[in-house]
């Protein structure tokens, strides 16, 4: 079997490498890809948007599946552009539709969902220009601080969390004039939940689903979770607070609710879900959904998964995932990310990579990496660059693992946090 991957950063090079251990594939095809998933398939220059670019390579290599990687092709309705066509219609799609990609696409329509089918979130108001009024009287019933999200897709920048009235009112109306586009022209305003947060993920075929390993990230740049947030500085898996009570509530108040929702709304999904969760006090509350794995958890989960991934995905193709088993490894996962200096604001491309093949013991994902092809050497051209992933039995070890390796990687102005998984070994200790 042929199959086509999605996307270019550190969760398709994940994919990619996890992929190539399955004996059922054939060839790997990944659009357009990096450097690193250039190890494991063949990049194609074509842009995921481009749907009928995507449809002729389709064709062109025979593909039986396409896994759809980033969250815009799949908001943007690429799994029904192939039901919808004669010769694409039977190319299994790992992703929802269109519609099911609201869940992610439109933060309005995930929070009514919530509403709908009694999911655990923080209590909210959507806004708009026509009723800014009622916003700006909302936020004045809440306590600081406040959170406000552009209802549309903001490359992972549209959640402002502001600490006084005047600035969150102030915000509301920059947001809503086009603060971030056209993603703000509508505002959810959230209660804020003080607590931890965790990712959970779960694969499923629309009525049946599987759970995958939970994982914690680091969004902030700075050590001790400072300064501005990021695409994501690392992530641990599991996490040690979420322990088998917890879990049994999170399915039954969160994740079986919501596969049942999907299915009672006739909405079409088949593919994962990310749950972005908190814990306050020992119960778990939805702060987001997202319709694809999370990055960089992705390369902190997948490596602990030990089972056939490929089976894991196909079953979920045929509505089969009842029958499937998946086999998680006990050791903890720790992934440190490797940024471009000045990331997440302004940073240099292009700058030469070293070190990649002097690391051991651990595995090594790119996410903002090229090939120059004159010179035959690996670049940086994101501000995310390599993401390093350890595992050990012991939490501790796990991160200093990943710790040493990262330190073997250099390019110019290369930054990372080393305090990636210190809360969790310090809960550990508790």
Not at 121 to 145: D, H, Q, R, V
Not at 365 to 392: M, W, Y
Request: hydrophobic share 40%; proline share 4%.
């Amino acid at each position: 079997m042929n199959i086509l991957l999605l996307g270019s950063g550190g969760r398709e090079n994940a994919l990619a490498w996890k992929l190539k251990q399955s004996s059922a594939i054939k060839k790997i095809f990944i659009a357009p890809g990096n450097a690193g998933t250039a190890l494991y398939g063949t990049n194609l220059p074509v842009d995921t948007i481009d749907f009928e670019q995507i449809r002729y390579i389709c064709i062109e290599n025979n593909i039986s599946m396409v896994v759809v990687g980033p969250e815009v092709p799949l908001v943007a309705g690429i799994t029904d552009f192939f039901q919808n066509d004669i010769v694409l219609k039977d190319i299994a799609v790992i992703g929802p539709s269109s519609q099911g990609a609201m869940l992610e696409g439109r933060k309005a329509f995930a929070k009514s969902f919530m509403l709908r089918h009694n999911i655990p979130t923080a209590g909210y108001k959507s806004i708009t220009n026509e009723n800014l009024k009622e916003g700006l009287e909302f936020l004045k019933t809440l306590k600081p601080p406040y959170v406000l999200k552009a209802n549309g897709l903001a490359a992972g920048k549209g959640v402002l969390i502001l600490q006084t009235l005047e600035e969150a009112s102030r915000e509301l109306q920059a947001m809503l004039a086009g603060k971030f586009g056209k993603a703000s022209h509508e505002v959810v305003i959230e209660e804020f939940l003080k607590g931890v947060e965790l990712s959970s993920f779960v694969i499923t075929d629309g009525k049946n689903y599987k759970l995958l390993p939970s994982a914690k990230d680091y969004k902030r740049i700075g050590e001790g979770d400072t300064g501005p947030n990021t695409g994501g500085m690392g992530a641990v898996s599991p996490v040690v607070f979420a322990d088998k009570q917890f879990m049994e509530k999170v399915i039954s108040r969160v994740i079986e609710p919501t596969i049942k929702g999907l299915e009672a709304e006739n909405i079409d999904y088949k593919g994962f879900i990310f749950f972005g969760l908190m814990n306050v006090k020992g119960d778990p509350f939805v702060i987001e959904y997202n319709v694809r794995l999370g990055d960089p958890e992705t390369e902190c989960i997948l490596p602990r998964i030990t089972s056939d991934f490929f089976a894991l995905l196909d079953a979920c193709a045929n509505q089969k995932l009842g029958d499937c088993k998946i086999q998680i490894d006990d050791r903890y996962a720790v992934t440190v990310m490797l940024v471009s200096g000045g990331y997440p604001d302004e940073y240099k491309k292009g700058k030469s990579i070293s070190g990649l093949d002097a690391v051991s013991d651990c595995v090594v994902f790119h996410a903002g990496t090229t090939i120059d092809l004159k010179n035959e050497t690996i670049k940086t051209s994101g501000g995310r660059v390599i993401a390093v992933t350890a595992l050990d039995f012991s939490l501790q070890d796990a991160k200093q693992k990943a710790m040493a390796n990262a330190l073997k990687i250099k390019f110019e102005d290369c930054y990372h946090r080393s305090d990636i998984a210190d809360d969790l070994i310090k809960y550990r200790t508790i």
